[in-house]
């Protein structure tokens, strides 16, 4: 077999780790739950619908910019080691292996927390590639990155989709922090990036005609449900999702469109929603080529290369180690 799955996350962990995220979030003024609860099997498959909606620009652009910069990259970094945060079902890796051209074994090292689903992306990969070898971490890429093994060779890491955007500013710099601790000199960071641009634009983006974003976010009070026998009715919240021009992102919320009293039995705890009273669920913070070179800076990165479509609507920048 060529590939292993090393678990740091245990299911005791995880379960505990969600309440105690419940209870922190709902308790707290505003209210709000993590955006990593989103993905259950429902909200991945949630999830992929988004990325297919024509409101929806992000994937497809980023999708199109890979394309181009893949092929260019491996031919130039020729990695040994790729290590990639948050892959998901590891589609997009496949442009970077496609595009390689001969020089040996590769490593890869995805970092996720769903086991089951980098077992099964690890073992489709290595039966398509005979130079892979699959590394993979079931773990949270926030907590676990010092679990990440010593690279065999130069290395690439990648985090894509704009995936940073859900991160607050000081959990941001943290975690590029600690992706500045596994490169080495010679070493390159691919990171994807939604841009700032026109409000009426990114607001579309998460209010979708067909409804799928407003169920996405709804189905995050059915993982609390389960999770902590909780009894919300996700079809009384509305969806609401908006642009903070002065902050730079997006916010999406889940507001009770009436009273409502919800008990999650496995905390104790009762909960009084007062009609409009909300829960905000997920922050999208975009970005400026300044802002991204600034907070890579800040984590002793330098901004190497940037890529964009032509309308200036998504990026990705390449950085090294300082």
């Known amino acids: 077999m060529r590939y292993q799955v090393d678990i740091h996350l245990h299911d005791q962990g995880r379960r505990q780790t969600l309440a105690d995220d419940v209870r922190r979030g709902l308790r707290g003024h505003p209210r709000s739950l993590p955006p990593k609860y989103f993905y259950d099997a429902t909200g991945a ?48 890796t496949r442009r970077f292996l496609d595009a390689r051209d001969g020089g040996g074994p590769l490593r890869y ?13 690890a073992a489709g990969l290595t039966a398509d590639y005979p130079f892979l070898r699959v590394h993979a971490l079931a773990a949270d890429f926030e907590r676990h990155l010092a679990h990440v093994p010593p690279a065999p060779g130069r290395r690439l890491v990648l985090f894509l989709g704009s995936t940073i955007g859900n991160l607050d500013p000081p959990e941001r710099q943290r975690l590029l922090g600690e992706v500045r601790g596994l490169l080495r000199t ?116 330098t901004l190497d290369a940037w890529h964009t479509d032509p309308e200036n609507r998504f990026a990705l920048a390449l950085a090294g180690p300082r």
């Open 186 to 301: 010679g070493d390159r960071f691919l990171l994807g990036i939604d841009l700032v641009k026109d409000a009426a634009v990114l607001e579309a983006a998460y209010n979708d005609a067909a409804g799928v974003t407003r169920e996405f976010n709804r189905n995050i009070l059915r993982v609390v449900n389960r999770a902590v026998g909780g009894d919300f009715r996700p079809e009384a919240f509305e969806h609401v999702a908006f642009y903070d021009t002065g902050w730079a992102r997006i916010e999406m919320h889940l507001v009770a469109a009436s009273s409502q009293v919800v008990r999650l039995a496995d905390l104790g705890l009762t909960l009084r929603f007062a009609p409009g009273e909300g829960i905000w669920t997920e922050s999208s913070y975009k970005f400026t080529p300044a802002s991204v070179r600034q907070a890579l800076e800040k984590a002793d990165l």
């Open 109 to 121: 090292v995805p970092i996720d927390v769903d086991e089951p689903g980098l077992a099964a992306a």
């Open 45 to 92: 498959a949630l999830f992929e619908r988004i990325t297919e909606l024509p409101e929806y620009y992000l994937t497809r652009v980023e999708a199109a910019l890979l394309d181009t910069v893949a092929p260019a990259l491996m031919a130039a970094l020729g990695p040994k080691d790729l290590v990639e945060l948050g892959p998901g079902s590891s589609a997009k």
